[in-house]
């Protein structure tokens, strides 16, 4: 829907398209943590189900799932690979077998200590400073609740 702001005949510039900047961004940034992340024998996804699991041990899959937007039939495989990797277990609840919790293993957790360098380093890596990443955050965040909403 074109607005007020860009006229019509620049509505399709790449360069006015908000999508592809968010795109090419997230793109540069999974560049940027590549080679960090490759010294942990992680990928960027399977980091991120990582970083949720050293925050809260023991979670469902469904609230791992919640926390990543991410759907079961992309998480399943991930979870797979952590757990042949020997981060981590998966075990279906006694409380209600359809469900299933994923915990830690040791290795797991020990590769925590190893990965505490990586927010500073891809803050450095990117150039920005503390104020910066949180302000760039909470927009992004909030872009995101609107568009989901």
Known sequence: MPTKEIP????LLLDNQLCFDLYSASLAM???????????GLTY???VVM??????????????????????GTLTPLLK?????????????????RRVRVTLTSNGRALKKQAA????????LA???LPEIRSLSKGI???RARLLS
């Open 8 to 11: 019509p005949s620049q509505a």
């Open 81 to 97: 690979r952590l757990e042949a990797a020997g981060l981590l277990g998966r075990k279906r609840d006694a409380e209600d077998e």
């Open 45 to 47: 996804p399977q980091y």
């Open 127 to 129: 150039q920005c400073e």
């Open 51 to 72: 970083l949720v699991l050293w925050e809260a041990d023991g979670v469902m899959v469904s609230d791992i799932g919640a926390r990543l937007f991410l759907d079961s």
């Open 30 to 40: 999974t560049k940027l943590y590549k080679p960090l992340l490759a010294q942990l």
């Open 117 to 124: 360098a990586i927010p500073a380093c891809v803050a450095a």
């Open 141 to 143: 965040k909030s872009l």
